[in-house]
């Protein structure tokens, strides 16, 4: 299997702009999490799912910040308007339930 | 709400020596799962151990243990015989519901391994 697939690896934006994070989890795994990763504020769980339907989205720092599951193979994180304070790496992970969480390459986001 | 706290920042250690990193957690639930994540440069999260809080056994993995005090809600990393390539982050993580739970992580600790 080739693991948790994040794209893109990098992006830069300016802000304001829309920003739309792609992962497409290990095929069979039926929980898919988003994490941020900033110096300030460390790792934090934004979302997380369960068969396609969002579970716990507490995380998620404001409207306008969205994340969606149309299918078992792909998810989009999305943030509209960007702002500069977005400027972090943002983690997909996925697991089958009752077992470890495997974590994609991350996509690190600079917004100017 | 479940905290992780790992007290050291940074770590810097001689080439072959044994070094521990620790971690203590807050929770009021009895069932839970801890684990160890190592964050290189490249920034891909790797599992490094884990551990379940049922089990009084110290998980072990080659040269990495664990040593799981649950009374005093302590998890700490032991690293024997340790190489230039654990120079890393190292990230203790706690969950209710193994991998059916979100994570949450202490700040880090960033480890260096001198030549």
């Known amino acids: 299997d080739a693991g948790v697939i994040q794209s893109p690896r990098h992006e830069v934006t300016e802000m304001g702009q829309e920003v739309t994070l792609r992962c497409k989890p290990i095929?069979?795994?039926?929980?898919l999490f988003w994490y941020r990763q900033t110096m300030m504020r460390g790792l934090e769980l934004l979302i997380y799912f369960n068969n396609n339907v969002p579970i716990d989205d507490s995380g998620m720092p404001e409207d306008r910040f969205s994340a969606k599951m149309p299918n078992a193979s792909f998810s989009t994180l999305k943030i509209q308007p960007s702002e500069p304070r977005d400027s972090a790496v943002y983690f997909c992970?996925?697991?089958?339930?009752?077992?470890?969480?495997?974590f994609g390459p991350g996509t690190r986001l600079t917004v100017l | 709400a479940q905290t992780v706290t790992q007290s050291q920042p940074e770590m810097s250690v001689q080439e072959a020596e044994t070094v521990t990193l620790s971690c203590t957690y807050d929770t009021s639930e009895s069932n839970y799962y801890l684990f160890w994540y190592k964050q290189p440069p490249s920034r891909q999260m790797i599992l490094v151990i884990r551990q379940e809080a049922y089990k009084q056994q110290n998980a072990t993995e080659n040269r990495f243990s664990v040593n799981f005090q649950k009374a005093a809600k302590s998890f700490s990393l032991k690293i024997s015989d340790s190489q230039l390539g654990d120079t890393a982050m190292y990230f203790c993580a706690f969950t209710l519901g193994g991998g059916a739970d979100g994570l949450t992580f202490g700040k880090g600790t960033h480890l260096i391994i001198q030549p």
């Open positions: 095929s069979g795994h039926d929980y």
């Open positions: 992970a996925s697991s089958l339930a009752g077992t470890r969480a495997f």
